[in-house]
């Protein structure tokens, strides 16, 4: 059974950092997609970034150059290092898994591609 568990988050004021970590247990996929959504109050759940099996990301306009997407040698590990964060940051921000490459069948940013996602981790961004 795959289990996706978001940890960190937080509160922060407009300019700071945060990461967020997430962990994909009970995944068995040699090609994957994995990622970030958030959702704010009262908004669509968007795409943030995403990380294929074979190591490429793939970023939102709205976070590109301030978020980065990595993860862990054994890949059970998912993190999102957010920099110079915006009030308009501020949402719960979930961790998603999918066993079909970032770049094939449904877009990447659409919450139909992906079977699996965490419980959610809430960012605050203060001004």
Avoid: H
Wanted: hydrophobic fraction near 30%; charged fraction near 20%.
């Amino acid at each position: 059974q795959v289990q996706v568990v978001e940890s960190g988050g937080g509160s922060v004021q407009t300019g700071g950092s945060l990461r967020l970590s997430c962990t994909v247990s009970g995944y068995t996929y040699n090609s994957y997609c994995l990622g970030w959504f958030r959702q704010a109050p009262g908004t669509e759940r968007e795409g943030v970034a995403v990380i294929d099996s074979d190591g490429s990301t793939i970023y939102a306009d709205s976070v590109k150059g301030r978020f980065t997407i990595s993860q862990d040698n054994t890949k059970s590990s998912l993190y999102l290092k957010m920099d110079r964060l915006k009030p308009e940051d501020t949402a719960m921000y979930y961790c998603v898994a999918n066993g079909v490459r970032c770049a094939r069948g449904i877009k990447w940013d659409s919450r139909l591609k992906y079977d699996y996602w965490g419980q959610g981790s809430q960012v605050t961004v203060s001004s």
